[in-house]
């Protein structure tokens, strides 16, 4: 009888791991993605494209609200191409910036997020600056994380800039 009640709990608990979710709340977004900033120096383009919601998912999402095509168009018509052709963009642009900062993410400092939410439907829009500290100045960069029933994740980043 102990037995059972071994593999039972023993069930259960694999139960609760496999169903563990890649949902981050709003308050965790901005040390989220400034953990994923932090490895920018040695993570690979297409490695960072990972750290994004998929096209297919954000489809997804827009599909899921009624007359999603409509309300935004520019998602239901995008091609896998025009898609990482932004995510590229982004990660450019976050590489160029960073140069020209003399930013090393590795020896950054996590300071605030400041986010704000918009709602459509299941679908929740978060958006936000993180501030940073490099060398004892202050940064920021802006950040998109969007969010719905199934899906969590990065939808943009970029404009980086010092902070008076």
């Not at 932090?38 to 994004?52: G, S, V």
């Not at 990482?84 to 950054?108: G, M, P």
Request: aromatic fraction near 14%.
């Amino acid at each position: 009888m102990k037995k059972i009640y071994f593999l039972i709990l023993i069930s259960f608990a694999s139960f609760f791991v496999a169903c563990e979710s890649n949902y981050i709340s709003h308050q965790n977004v901005g040390k989220h993605v400034f953990e994923t900033l932090q490895t920018l120096d040695t993570l690979p383009k297409e490695a960072f494209y990972t750290k994004f919601v998929s096209l297919k998912e954000l489809k997804n999402m827009v599909q899921n609200i009624k007359e999603g095509d409509k309300l935004i168009p520019k998602i239901a018509e995008m091609t896998n191409e025009a898609y990482q052709a932004d995510l590229s963009d982004i990660y450019d642009n976050i590489i160029v910036d960073s140069a020209n900062n003399y930013i090393r993410w590795e020896n950054t400092e996590f300071v605030d997020y400041k986010y704000q939410t918009s709602r459509n439907r299941s679908m929740t829009l978060n958006y936000g600056t993180l501030f940073f500290k490099h060398n004892e100045e202050d940064f920021s960069v802006g950040v998109y994380w969007i969010t719905d029933l199934n899906t969590s994740g990065l939808l943009g980043l970029g404009g980086l800039q010092r902070v008076e």
